[in-house]
T-cell receptor
Framework: DAGVIQSPRHEVTEMGQEVTLRCKPI?????LFWYRQTMMRGLELLIY????????DSGMPEDRFSAKMPNASFSTLKIQPSEPRDSAVYFC??????????????FGSGTRLTVV | LAKTTQPISMDSYEGQEVNITCSHN???????ITWYQQFPSQGPRFIIQ???TKVTNEVASLFIPADRKSSTLSLPRVSLSDTAVYYC????????????FGSGTRLQVQP
């Protein structure tokens, strides 16, 4: 398995522009998570899905952020309009429900977003 | 949310055993303890998970005392490549408690 695949790896955009980050989870995994990491705030959980349904979006900073999961193999995180304070590394992770004990989950390599 | 407390940083030398302790006083009955490792410019990587007593895999050991209010990640004979940030998470299955990362412990291994 290729693991969790995120694109793009790097994104530089101007303030006010729309940004779309993409994630392909591991096949068969039924949970998908979006995290944001900055030096100041560390790793923050933004939103997670179970079987393509958003379960907890309480970490989404504000209405400028939205996430979708149209099918089991694809998710997007959109920021519109983007602001410099959105600059961070955004990680996607996926997890299988598993049997018995809860397993850890697998992270992608992240998208480094810079808003200028 | 289950609060975990870890040392901010630790230093070690190659070949030494490193023990990182995590305090989680309000752990619940159904909670598991999970440790992750993160290298610069990479996402966190699952290392080990346990519920009680001792768990060992090819990478590390996890020691959990009977009261489960703390846990210790043990890395045998570290190398330079073990320099990373280590996170302890506490929670059951996939609730928000299990998905919250603290500040982690930055381990620096010197030659």
């Amino acid at each position: 398995d290729a693991g969790v695949i995120q694109s793009p790896r790097h994104e530089v955009t101007e303030m006010g522009q729309e940004v779309t980050l993409r994630c392909k989870p591991i096949s068969g995994h039924d949970y998908l998570f979006w995290y944001r990491q900055t030096m100041m705030r560390g790793l923050e959980l933004l939103i997670y899905f179970n079987n393509n349904v958003p379960i907890d979006d309480s970490g989404m900073p504000e209405d400028r952020f939205s996430a979708k999961m149209p099918n089991a193999s694809f998710s997007t995180l959109k920021i519109q309009p983007s602001e410099p304070r959105d600059s961070a590394v955004y990680f996607c992770a996926s997890k299988s429900e598993g049997q018995g004990t809860p397993y850890g989950y697998t992270f992608g390599s992240g998208t480094r977003l810079t808003v200028v | 949310l289950a609060k975990t407390t870890q040392p901010i940083s630790m230093d070690s030398y190659e070949g030494q055993e490193v023990n990182i302790t995590c305090s989680h006083n309000n752990i619940a009955t159904n909670d598991y303890i999970t440790w992750y490792q993160q290298f610069p410019s990479q996402g966190p990587r699952f290392i080990i998970q346990g519920y009680k007593t001792k768990v060992t895999n090819e990478v590390a050991s996890l020691f959990i005392p009977a009261d489960r209010k703390s846990s210790t990640l043990s890395l045998p004979r570290v190398s330079l490549s073990d320099t990373a940030v280590y996170y302890c998470l506490v929670g059951s299955y996939t609730g928000r408690r299990a998905l919250t990362f603290g500040s982690g412990t930055r381990l620096q291994v010197q030659p």
